[in-house]
């Protein structure tokens, strides 16, 4: 671990893209092959393979663990994290102070692994027994970066792409190759034990082996979506469900999600295979909530998941369908090179109902006629539409120009920011991350956090005032005077018990600052009860 450590120290040092690379490609050219899947991970900052559960490791354990075994107070490293802008930084800085026997044990990465592996698969005490005996082997700068693994905040610009750049180096392979072969495996550990062995030309797809979703790039308009689709688009509608992937070979079929882990037992119901398929097949696409033909919300989805076993009362009230809108393999062939037109005839095979289908899609031509298909859609309670361009190949993981995605905020809301805590990476030093309140019956009361939409210009002359206008501090959180009016977007709103105000509102981002309200004329508990029955009132056509 050690080895790697220095490593992303140098990396997170240099300033050069070309210089990472070059480090990155030193560090795996000296690996052996029982070790380099996990070098090309770590670098890359995803540890586990896909398809492993989550740690289930937050910062708040990693503070009590860590604070335990270094003999500090929470509140001292939370102090110290605060003032670096890294918790990592903090840690290694107490280990720093520790006496350490020198015959201490080492840390294989092999060792760090497994453990990490582990650690989503335990009960919560053996979790912290696991973490304990790593940072009790682990050297201060070792303890740095198992920090930043756990938290994923690797922050030395050595995202899978670089990884991928840094393989090609290291075994003489051009880069485009390793590219593919990423794109087909899904994992930057396989890609690199491939590459290692100069295995690349017979990768295929495969069932039971997901690969990362093509992602769509978002626009504000119809008019932007044209203009980045000039020669027209493919146009579907944009469920509010979960990605999803279907796979299917000669014995069994398995639901893959997002994040390429197995969640197949959470929707029985979508273990059939339709009559007309035959052979290995790979689907992309929504998991929805289906009742009276219509898609229901996420939230009602929600429900089925974080359970071993969805209750029978679960699989009556809310009923699940897939819903396929591309084909990356079909009867044990590869359409991920076809252009999406190809791939859409292939889906023609799958029926239009039933618990496996096909997306209802058209083809449109101008920005008029993707501005009715949009309002269509939304008219139907879908989130928005997708816009699709017709030549386009699969790109798994990469979120291009050729898929655009428009979707209609449910609405926006005028609050007041009440406290502010420190950010992390680029914005380290800035009180950027944002709680916001509305008003209640006779009190403000939180609503939710927003940390996107000013500039960092904003953020800078903000940070001054907050630091100014600090009411107390509570952590890491400066609570502050209430007098910066914020316009915030969302795309739903939902009941919940995390904020003080009942409800939690879904991807909320900062629109502009409100100069010209006070507070006492900012939304209130009674906006988002509205906002909420608003969302969830059914559509009724005009007769």
Known sequence: MRALALTLETIAGHSSTENKVQAAAAYLASQHSDGIAIAARFLAGTPLP??????????????????????????????????????????AELLEGLPRDSGAARLPILLVAESLARLGRVGRDRRARLLQELFGRAT??????????????????MQASRVEEALALAFDTPVDAIRRAHMLLGDIGATA??????????????????????????????????????????????????????????????????????????????????????????????????????????????RRLGRKQVPLTLLLDAPVIFIAFDVLRADGYDLIDAPLLQRKQALQQLPSEGPVRRAPWT???????????????????????VFKDPKSTYQPGRRGRAWVKLKRPLGTLDVVVTGAEWGRGKRAGLLSDLIFAVRGSDQLVDAGRAYSGLTDAEITELTVHFKENTVRTTGSVRRVTPDIILEVAFDDVRPSDRHPAG????????????????????????????????ARAPTVEAG
């Open 140 to 157: 201060p700068i070792e303890a740095k970066y198992l920090t930043k693994l756990l938290l994923g905040s690797l922050r030395t610009g």
């Open 193 to 302: 034990e491939r590459s290692a062995r100069g295995d690349l030309e017979t990768i295929t797809l495969r069932a039971h082996r997901p690969v990362r979703v093509m992602l769509a790039h978002p626009a504000e308009s119809a008019a932007q979506v044209c203009a980045l689709l000039s020669d027209g688009a493919i146009a579907e509608d944009k469920y509010d469900g979960i990605r999803a992937q279907w796979h299917r070979d000669d014995k069994v079929v398995r639901v893959y999600s997002r994040a390429l882990e197995d969640f197949t037992h959470f929707f029985p119901e979508i273990r059939s295979i339709p009559d007309a398929m035959h052979g290995e097949w790979i689907l992309d696409g929504e998991v929805v909530v289906w009742v009276d033909g219509q898609a229901m919300s996420f939230g009602t989805l929600q």
């Open 363 to 385: 083809e449109l031509a101008d920005e008029a006629a993707m501005n009715t298909f949009f309002d269509s859609a939304i008219a139907a309670g879908n989130e928005g539409a």
């Open 503 to 534: 409800f939690a509102l879904r991807f909320p981002r900062i629109v502009r600052r409100r100069l010209d309200l006070s507070v006492d004329e900012i939304s209130s508990v009674t906006d988002l009860v509205e906002l909420y029955e608003q």
């Open 50 to 91: 896909p398809g492993t559960p989550a740690t289930k490791v937050g910062r708040s354990t990693l503070v009590d663990i860590i604070a335990a075994f270094g003999g500090a107070e929470r509140r001292t490293l939370l102090k110290r994290a605060t003032a670096r802008g890294d918790l990592g930084t903090a840690v």
